[in-house]
């Protein structure tokens, strides 16, 4: 099967990956900022989110742990930075610990999310921005690509949940 979701790089520092979704950009940009949404689809095929709370607001963040089927936790945050709703948000996206700190080590990006109406459809388009190429790759390598194309396909799942 072939991925809905498009993957690229426009830059050596850069991911940029472009999604359509069924509905309107309303309704998608809550799917996007409000905790009793994204508890329900973030995360790849498998992963539910327990940890799940969201401040949406300039200098507010979006705090959450994913956990695997065998109970493994991942964290992260993103610290949200300009909002134009419903178009468009940023953030600065961190790995952390279960307590929300920082993981040492990790990349951080940067990124902006818009939401763009066409014909009944929403096209979601993401770019994360890297400090340098090897942060940039270091999140290939951990399996962005797979993992946000299933966390993706969940979030058409549950808007297709919706509407019945």
């Not at 426009?10 to 472009?18: H, L």
């Not at 600065?92 to 066409?118: I, Q, S």
């Not at 979601?124 to 951990?142: F, G, K, P, V, W």
Request: include cysteine; charge should be negative.
């Amino acid at each position: 099967m072939t991925s809905k979701t498009e993957f690229s790089r426009p830059s050596a520092t850069e991911i940029k990956v472009v999604r359509r979704f069924a509905g309107d950009r309303n309704t998608l940009w809550a799917m996007w900022t409000r905790a009793e949404h994204l508890r329900n689809w973030w995360g790849p095929k498998g992963f539910t989110t327990p940890v799940c709370e969201v401040d949406f607001r300039p200098g507010g963040s979006w705090f959450y742990c994913m956990q695997d089927p065998e109970g493994q936790r991942y964290c992260g945050k993103m610290i949200y930075g300009e909002i134009d709703a419903p178009r468009r948000f940023t953030a600065v996206e961190l790995f952390t610990d279960e307590e929300g700190n920082p993981a040492e080590g990790m990349p951080e990006g940067r990124v902006v999310l818009e939401f763009e109406e066409a014909g009944g459809e929403t096209i979601l388009t993401n770019i994360s921005r890297y400090n340098n190429q090897e942060a940039r790759d270091r999140i290939i390598e951990m399996g962005v690509e797979a993992g946000l194309s299933q966390t993706l396909d969940r979030l058409d799942e549950y808007l297709a949940s919706l509407a019945k």
